[in-house]
Nanobody, 123 residues
Framework: QVQLVESGGGLVQAGGSLRLSCAAS????????MGWFRQVPGKEREFVAA????????NYAASVKGRFTISRDNAKNMVYLQMNSLKPEDTAVYYC????????????????WGQGTQVTVSS
């Protein structure tokens, strides 16, 4: 079964840090660009960060640039999102996603999604 499973979410105070992990299983994802998205109830899902197949290229939403870092370990089939200087507006369910191409696509070109992990930042 091919799947993505996120972990590492939780409750943190503003200014704190969390590291999200995405474990890919069922096949290798070393030839897929990967991304992180987030969604707040009642709002559309928004792009957060993406990384190319070999980690050579990354892309971030303006709202998280300089605070979040996406990385991957292809040997472990893992993708990470290090989140620093968290703000209450970062509160959301965070989703890991895989694209069907090696380079970072547009946000609407991800075709495999995890179930999400909740991140709550208190003020």
């Amino acid at each position: 079964q091919v799947q993505l499973v996120e972990s590492g979410g939780g409750l943190v105070q503003a200014g704190g840090s969390l590291r999200l992990s995405c474990a890919a299983s069922g096949r290798t994802f070393s030839n897929n660009a990967m991304g992180w998205f987030r969604q707040v109830p009642g709002k559309e899902r928004e792009f957060v960060a993406a990384i190319s197949w070999n980690g050579g290229s990354t892309n971030y939403a303006a709202s998280v640039k300089g605070r979040f870092t996406i990385s991957r370990d292809n040997a472990k089939n893992m993708v990470y999102l290090q989140m620093n200087s968290l703000k209450p507006e970062d509160t959301a369910v965070y989703y890991c996603a895989a694209a069907s191409r090696i380079f970072i696509p547009t946000p609407d070109n991800y075709n495999l999604w995890g179930q999400g992990t909740q991140v709550t930042v208190s003020s």
